[in-house]
């Protein structure tokens, strides 16, 4: 099956310090991943998404310029949070469509991050 | 605005029942739908796609109803294991957009 790892799966960091989050497809290319939140108790909302080779598509809220992805290759997408604060703390988890042509989207396990 | 509405539970049933889980869709335009496990504290799993014509999967049942912008999921002879979140998921991209997910309903299957 399809397996997508990320790394790390937790980081407890300080205020104003940089995360960065990698997501790797295992077993197969993915030309589009996609990065989620989740808060505690809330469902996973959409951040962004991401093409390899170019730029990622942000949602309506989320700041690119804090929020940094960068997808240099078929099998890995980064998310980096940049100066972060207690409330970015949350579940990061991305994703990757398996092929075109299917919207079936499978998650590595995740990150959490506490910022303190 | 892109909206999947569910129950959020908890469902507490006893072992070996059946339990059904409705949600509904506010974006006529979607054109996937899933419904996805996730265990506590730990990432979504997908449990299976759900198709206009209803599929079966084991135990596990899921229908859609475009007229009424709804999908179920139906377990029979739950099982302990089937203990966690059940995510409804909705692509109304069909592109490179996204997952919608649903709060999740919440299932407890009792001894």
């Known amino acids: 099956g399809a397996v997508v790892s990320q790394h790390p799966s937790r980081v407890i960091c300080k205020s104003g310090t940089s995360v960065k989050i990698e997501c790797r497809s295992l077993d197969f290319q993915a030309t589009t991943m996609f990065w989620y939140r989740q808060f505690p108790k809330q469902s996973l909302m959409l951040m962004a998404t991401?093409?390899?080779?170019?730029?990622?598509?942000?949602e309506q809220g989320v700041e690119k310029d804090k929020f940094l992805i960068n997808h240099a290759s078929l099998t890995l997408s980064t998310l980096t949070v940049t100066s972060a604060h207690p409330e970015d703390s949350s579940f990061y988890i991305c994703?990757?469509?398996?092929?075109?042509?299917?919207?079936?989207?499978?998650f590595g396990p995740g990150t959490r991050l506490t910022v303190l | 605005r892109k909206e999947v509405e569910q129950d959020p539970g908890p469902f507490n049933v006893p072992e070996g029942a059946t339990v059904a889980f409705n949600c509904t869709y506010s974006n006529s335009a979607s054109q996937s739908f899933f419904w996805y496990r996730q265990d506590c504290r730990k990432e979504p799993k997908l449990l299976m796609s759900?198709?206009?014509s209803g599929n079966e999967d084991g135990r596990f049942t899921a229908q859609l109803n475009r007229a009424s912008q709804y999908i179920s999921l139906l377990i029979r002879d739950s099982k302990l294991s089937d203990s966690a979140t059940y995510l409804c998921v909705v692509n109304s991209g069909g592109g490179a957009d996204g997952l919608t997910f649903g709060k999740g309903t919440h299932l407890i299957i009792q001894p």
């Open positions: 991401s093409n390899e080779g170019s730029k990622a598509t942000y």
């Open positions: 994703s990757a469509r398996v092929r075109q042509g299917r919207d079936e989207q499978f």
């Open positions: 759900v198709y206009s």
